[in-house]
């Protein structure tokens, strides 16, 4: 089985207004759960690749990763996040990684009246992780009533590297990289080392 997945190109974050018809969402950072705080990494990684898995779906808006971010570690109304990010759904979840397993809570939030539209648990082997991703962008995809245009691909995602370990690196490294500033030396040291566990590892040469 092939353990990394990289998410295709392409997203149309955008700051008109949305529309009565048009379905919105905002991936929030998922919730680490781990007893190890360097597994936040992980669970940001989760997070961002679930996004970058849906702006593949053309006629749903996406909220940026920088902007969905954002909300941090901030208790925050859904209301406010979704007058803030104009989307009308809000996906949170929480990560919780014990030895070579995980457990993903996921859920699907209206934004106009904080009700359910959709929640799932996944308890996997870390090794099925980017099937769980695809499966909850495509669980989304299926509660929003939302379909897949002509030409675009039946598969979100697709494999990059067999390594989990440069994997995690890549996450963390790119999570530092936003922090920028003291982040920046320790992101290039975890993709150097990503890169050097799979030579091959596109994703970790471009960050």
């Not at 695809?134 to 067999?162: C, M, N, Y």
Request: contains cysteine; aromatic residues 8%; hydrophobic residues 45%.
């Amino acid at each position: 089985m092939r353990l990394r997945k990289e998410v295709l190109s392409g997203s149309r974050i955008g700051d008109v207004s949305v529309s009565q018809g048009e379905a919105s969402i905002a991936v929030l950072p998922f919730t680490n759960m781990s007893m190890d705080p360097e597994n936040e990494f992980f669970a940001d990684g989760i997070a961002e690749e679930i996004i970058n898995a849906l702006t593949q779906i053309g006629n749903l808006r996406v909220a940026a990763r920088t902007s969905a971010f954002s909300f941090k570690n901030k208790h925050v109304d859904l209301r406010i996040v979704g007058e803030r990010l104009n989307v009308k759904t809000v996906l949170e979840g929480s990560v919780r990684k014990y030895g070579n397993r995980v457990r993903i809570m996921a859920q699907l939030i209206s934004v106009a009246d904080g009700y359910h539209l959709w929640s799932e648990r996944y308890d996997r082997e870390l090794k099925d992780i980017f099937e769980v991703q695809d499966e909850i962008a495509r669980a989304i995809t299926g509660r929003l009533k939302l379909t897949f245009e002509k030409g675009a691909p039946q598969t979100l995602v697709k494999a990059a590297t067999q390594n989990f370990e440069a994997y995690e690196l890549c996450l963390k490294g790119r999570a530092l990289m936003y922090q920028r500033g003291l982040g920046i030396p320790r992101a290039l040291e975890c993709l150097q080392q990503a890169v050097s566990l799979d030579a091959g590892y596109a994703l970790a040469w471009r960050v």
